[in-house]
């Protein structure tokens, strides 16, 4: 089965790091670009950040750019989310996605893109 399972997620401090992962099973992820996604009670679900398939092209909300980096490891089958300077409003479920026919990463098509597949979060808690 084409599955996506995120890790990672925790409570931590404001100011605080987290790494998320987003590993898939069922296919190899060398040919989808990647979407991170995040969604907080009362609030719409937002895209985050997302990576290319073959050119690494990257692309960050602004509420996270500066903060947040995503890499790739597809010998891994593994896309990640590094967290830094988090803040209480950064708290939210993540969720990793992607579309069958989504090559490139773009703000635009990280907000547009059909997603075929999601994982099922992980949460991510920022309090002091």
């Known amino acids: 089965q084409v599955q996506l399972v995120e890790s990672g997620g925790g409570s931590v401090q404001p100011g605080g790091s987290l790494k998320l992962s987003c590993v898939a099973s069922g296919f190899k992820l060398d040919y989808f670009a990647i979407g991170w996604f995040r969604q907080a009670p009362g609030k719409e679900r937002e895209g985050v950040s997302c990576i290319s398939s073959s050119t690494r092209t990257t692309y960050f909300a602004d509420s996270v750019k500066g903060r947040f980096n995503i890499s790739r490891d597809n010998a891994k089958n593994t896309v990640y989310l590094q967290m830094n300077s988090l803040k209480p409003e950064d708290t939210a479920v993540y969720y990793c996605?992607?579309?069958?026919?989504?090559?490139?990463?773009?703000?635009?098509?990280?907000?547009?893109?059909?997603?075929?597949?999601w994982g099922k979060g992980t949460l991510v808690t920022v309090s002091s």
């Open positions: 996605a992607t579309g069958e026919l989504w090559r490139v990463c773009s703000g635009s098509g990280l907000e547009h893109y059909y997603m075929d597949y």
